[in-house]
């Protein structure tokens, strides 16, 4: 079977800090899922296939919400669809072969009301529903009105300091890595899929709904989201 693979992983300074095991086993992960990111774990036969011992504790440490479990023995790439298919359409004939094998892992029941608007970047992604999505409008329209008030003409996007990111999640009661998060953007040229990032705060904001999943392992965990790529 042939997929993309995500070239500019390498660019990525998540993906560079990883150690070279860290990152045979990504691609290999990638590799062999299904077509909507879930695979059957065979840590054996991971180990086997990419010729050295995985250390599970620091690769399930490295990976963090990139690789969720779903129980039963498998794990979900969250991020692969949107790397494989960039938007799922119910119209779309070959995508409803991955909509399936989401009802048959019982993965659509998880996500939010609303469609998938993906954003892509080394397997973190949202998912907002339509309400949500209006609700980010309206912040950004506030946000304009904001500009208007103080100058006339919409002031255009200025990348933040680590600090600011850092200030700015402190406020929404997150506790965020400033330079991570900056240094993750700039790898990418501050692009949120094919746009440019227009609100910095909204990213900071989806950062902050996907690291709940590393809460409630126990629990039934709620899938992430694919961030929106319309800020």
């Avoid at 990638?30 to 879930?38: A, F, L, R």
């Avoid at 119209?91 to 996500?111: D, F, M």
């Avoid at 790898?187 to 227009?198: E, L, P, T, V, Y």
């Amino acid at each position: 079977m042939k997929r993309f693979t995500e070239t500019e992983k390498w660019r990525d300074p998540w993906f560079r800090r990883l150690e070279p095991n860290l990152k045979c086993l990504w691609c290999y992960l990638n590799d062999i899922c299904d077509g909507c990111g879930v695979l059957s774990l065979d840590k054996d036969l991971a180990s086997f296939s990419i010729g050295i011992e995985v250390d599970w504790n620091a690769a399930f440490k490295a990976f963090q919400e990139r690789l969720i479990d779903i129980g039963n023995g498998q794990m979900f790439l969250p991020g692969f669809i949107s790397e494989q298919y960039v938007e799922l359409r119910e119209t779309c004939k070959p995508h409803q072969y991955v909509l399936n094998l989401l009802k048959k892992h019982q993965l659509n029941q998880r996500l939010p009301k609303g469609y998938a608007y993906p954003y892509h970047t080394l397997g973190i992604g949202y998912t907002y529903s339509m309400d949500t999505l209006k609700d980010k409008d309206k912040d950004k329209d506030q946000e304009q009105e904001q500009d208007k008030d103080k100058g006339g003409a919409v002031s255009k996007f200025t990348k933040p300091t680590p600090q600011e990111v850092a200030e700015y999640a402190k406020s929404i009661d997150f506790n965020l890595d400033g330079q991570l998060f900056c240094d993750s953007y700039e790898a990418k040229g501050w692009m949120i899929g094919k746009n440019k990032m227009k609100n910095w705060k909204a990213s900071v904001r989806t950062w902050k709904t996907n690291r709940k999943l590393e809460a409630g392992s126990a629990q039934k965990k709620v899938l992430p989201s694919y961030e929106d790529l319309y800020e």
